[in-house]
């Protein structure tokens, strides 16, 4: 009996295949680093800004890619099968966003107090006027470029002093104008130049004039 006549034999007997179709998932071990995407199948996908530097591991099927941390899914992306790909979640691209908007303020934070102390007192009281933290901060390294770290803790200190005005760095401006009125020093000039001018600026560095000095001695050997 040949293969085929007993296919024919056992047909009868044998079930139907179901009508869906089983996908057999296929599970990988990634690691992420210094950026949050796991790369899978010569694609990125995104992941939180959290599991960066985590070993996690992504379930893939025809459709869809799912990345967990053991058993709880921490995303999910519709599967490419480009090359080279980046599949983002926006979710993931505005919490990390927003988490360097947040260490960018904190930093600018830190360096102001440690540049001015008095700083800190008057960004508690501002924000406890329901103020803005960011625009003050902002206000207060602008203050501190233009008028120097002494003067603007002298200013703060004399805003703080006082019970009319709300602690702001509107309120802190006017306090160092009058001190320059006081000293009949001449108003600051504010010149905003784009960043790519500044970034051209560069010290300029004399030249040494004894090289003229030689040139001229030999012109006076010749003549």
């Not at 899978?40 to 379930?59: E, G, K, M, Q, T």
């Not at 999910?76 to 979710?91: I, L, P, W």
Request: charged residues 25%.
């Amino acid at each position: 009996m040949t293969v085929r006549q007993a296919f024919a034999l056992e047909q009868p007997y044998l079930l139907p295949l179901p009508d869906t179709s089983f996908e057999w998932p296929a599970q990988i071990a990634v690691s992420i680093g210094k950026t949050p995407y796991a790369r899978f199948d010569l694609n990125d996908y995104s992941v939180p800004h959290a599991y960066v530097r985590c070993s996690l591991s992504i379930v893939a099927t025809q459709k869809e890619v799912r990345v967990l941390d053991g058993a709880k899914v921490v995303a999910c992306h519709v599967r490419s099968y480009d090359k080279g790909a980046q599949v983002e979640d926006a979710a993931h691209i505005k919490a990390l966003v927003d988490e360097k908007r947040a260490a960018r303020r904190h930093s600018a934070t830190d360096r102001l107090a440690a540049a001015v102390p008095a700083s800190t007192a008057l960004l508690e009281r501002a924000a406890q006027n329901g103020h803005s933290l960011h625009s003050a901060v902002i206000g207060l390294n602008r203050l501190l470029q233009h008028y120097g770290a002494s003067e603007l803790q002298a200013g703060i200190l004399e805003v703080l002093a006082l019970e009319g005005p709300s602690p702001h760095p509107n309120a802190v401006q006017l306090i160092l104008e009058r001190r320059r009125e006081r000293r009949r020093q001449p108003p600051l000039l504010h010149v905003a130049l784009p960043r790519h001018v500044q970034d051209k600026d560069s010290p300029v560095r004399p030249a040494r004039l004894d090289l003229y000095d030689q040139l001229k001695e030999t012109s006076d050997d010749k003549s």
